[in-house]
């Protein structure tokens, strides 16, 4: 169990309406940081107010990228109580994440209960509108100075906390999504897996191309073959074809995220016919031109669910339910929104109340 010490802080922020929120730019008062020494481990864990922090520019998180993040949210349910979603699978992919980026693990229980003062502590910013949360982001950067390529020996942990609404500005609505042919997100033996900036460095490219065409986001085909779909900017993706939902397998080049996860769990308790497999681009194209595509869907934490409505591969245009979302989509969407802010009771542990 961590000790942690607290500073509060003396200026405290007007809080944001809940109204307009958007992704990722409001913080809160207070974070949570914590050292780590090789020999020591880790140590110092401390909430303190939310703050600029000082590096050494030879930090080798700036130049080698070795680095980690997480994200997760906190809801408020109409009592007041304040909830997690399934903190434990985030808190164990940190630790994949970490042990393929060469990071020490972190105490799975003490991550937990660092989450769990900082939301407590700042509960008052979580918002409470329809899709608002607070997006809970831990990260951990290698900090020794120095330019030679290895894994650090010092690395820092924080926490900050991000009252949000939508990620995409569509928010329910359907997204239109490019599918990219040039650039690749990763390959297998690579981080793909992995929840580290250099994934997402690289897909910023493709981004800025699909949003040049109209579009809001990329969806990534194998970086060896480039035929079989692999995940959707942020995003995990699903596809329902002649009544079967299916999702690219994790084969290593993709994030096993816990809203994928959900979704795969919810269906089959739903009896809904779901497989997790290899899924290629032609075999979505063929399904829309024999109008067996029925709906499309990506899913994260951040986005939640976000309904496809067009996809371009190469100057084909196809349009999924007539861009609107699938009963399915919406579904899933209102069940996972539901057991997230206490509204739908919640049948398989998946909720962690803080208290
Ligand atoms: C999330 O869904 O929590 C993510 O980490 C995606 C992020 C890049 C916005």
Same mark, same amino acid.
């Given at each position: 169990?961590?000790?942690?010490?607290? =500073?509060?802080?003396?200026?405290?922020? +007007?809080?944001?309406?809940?109204?307009?929120?958007? $992704?990722?730019?409001? $913080?809160?008062?207070?974070?949570?940081?914590?050292?780590?020494?090789?020999?020591?481990?880790?140590?110092?864990?401390?909430?303190?107010?939310?703050? @600029?922090?000082?590096?050494? @520019?030879? %930090?080798?998180? $700036?130049?080698?990228?070795?680095?980690?993040?997480?994200?997760?949210?906190?809801?408020?349910t109409e009592e007041d109580r304040v909830l997690l979603f399934r903190p434990d699978k985030n808190i164990h992919r940190t630790n994949i994440t970490n042990d393929r980026l060469c990071i020490p693990k972190i105490n799975e229980e003490d991550m937990l209960q660092a989450i769990k003062e900082l939301v407590n502590l700042e509960k008052d910013w979580i918002p409470d509108a329809p899709g608002t949360s607070l997006y809970i982001r831990p990260f951990i950067i290698a900090t020794d100075p120095f330019l030679g390529v290895r894994a650090s020996s010092t690395y820092m942990f924080m926490i900050i906390l991000c009252p949000v609404g939508a990620y995409y500005? +569509?928010?329910?609505?359907?997204?239109?999504?490019?599918?990219?042919?040039?650039? &690749? !997100?990763?390959?297998?033996?690579?981080?793909? $897996?992995?929840?580290?900036?250099?994934?997402? %460095? *690289?897909?910023?490219? *493709?981004?800025?191309? %699909?949003?040049?065409?109209?579009?809001?986001?990329?969806?990534?085909?194998?970086? &060896?073959?480039?035929?079989?779909?692999?995940?959707?900017?942020?995003?995990?993706?699903?596809?329902?074809?002649?009544?079967?939902?299916?999702?690219?397998?994790?084969?290593?080049?993709?994030? %096993?995220? &816990?809203?994928?996860?959900?979704?795969?769990?919810?269906?089959?308790?739903?009896?809904? @016919?779901?497989?997790?497999?290899?899924?290629?681009?032609?075999?979505?194209?063929?399904?829309? =031109?024999?109008?067996?595509?029925?709906?499309?869907?990506?899913?994260?934490?951040? *986005? &939640?669910?976000?309904?496809?409505? =067009?996809?371009?591969?190469?100057? !084909?245009?196809?349009?999924?339910?007539?861009?609107?979302?699938?009963?399915?989509?919406?579904?899933?969407?209102?069940?996972?929104?539901?057991?997230?802010?206490?509204?739908?009771?919640?049948?398989?542990?998946?909720?962690?109340?803080?208290?």
């Amino acid at each position: 169990m961590l000790d942690i010490k607290y =500073e509060m802080n003396k200026e405290l922020k +007007e809080k944001c309406s809940s109204s307009n929120l958007g $992704f990722g730019t409001n $913080f809160t008062d207070h974070m949570f940081i914590m050292d780590y020494k090789e020999g020591k481990g880790w140590y110092d864990p401390r909430i303190v107010p939310y703050q @600029p922090i000082s590096l050494d @520019p030879s %930090a080798m998180v $700036f130049h080698y990228g070795q680095e980690m993040f997480e994200g997760m949210k906190a809801y408020k349910t109409e009592e007041d109580r304040v909830l997690l979603f399934r903190p434990d699978k985030n808190i164990h992919r940190t630790n994949i994440t970490n042990d393929r980026l060469c990071i020490p693990k972190i105490n799975e229980e003490d991550m937990l209960q660092a989450i769990k003062e900082l939301v407590n502590l700042e509960k008052d910013w979580i918002p409470d509108a329809p899709g608002t949360s607070l997006y809970i982001r831990p990260f951990i950067i290698a900090t020794d100075p120095f330019l030679g390529v290895r894994a650090s020996s010092t690395y820092m942990f924080m926490i900050i906390l991000c009252p949000v609404g939508a990620y995409y500005k +569509e928010g329910i609505n359907p997204v239109k999504i490019w599918v990219e042919t040039e650039y &690749v !997100r990763a390959v297998k033996g690579g981080i793909g $897996f992995a929840k580290t900036g250099g994934n997402y %460095a *690289a897909s910023i490219k *493709a981004q800025m191309k %699909a949003k040049e065409r109209g579009y809001s986001q990329v969806l990534w085909l194998d970086g &060896v073959e480039r035929k079989y779909i692999e995940e959707v900017g942020t995003m995990n993706v699903f596809f329902k074809i002649n009544g079967e939902v299916i999702t690219p397998s994790l084969e290593g080049s993709i994030l %096993a995220g &816990v809203t994928r996860d959900s979704v795969i769990e919810l269906l089959k308790k739903w009896n809904i @016919p779901v497989s997790e497999r290899k899924l290629s681009v032609e075999e979505v194209y063929d399904a829309a =031109e024999k109008g067996l595509l029925e709906e499309a869907f990506g899913t994260g934490t951040a *986005a &939640v669910i976000s309904p496809i409505g =067009e996809l371009n591969y190469e100057g !084909r245009i196809i349009n999924i339910n007539n861009g609107e979302i699938g009963e399915i989509s919406q579904k899933i969407y209102d069940t996972i929104t539901g057991i997230q802010t206490g509204k739908i009771e919640d049948n398989s542990d998946w909720t962690v109340e803080i208290k």
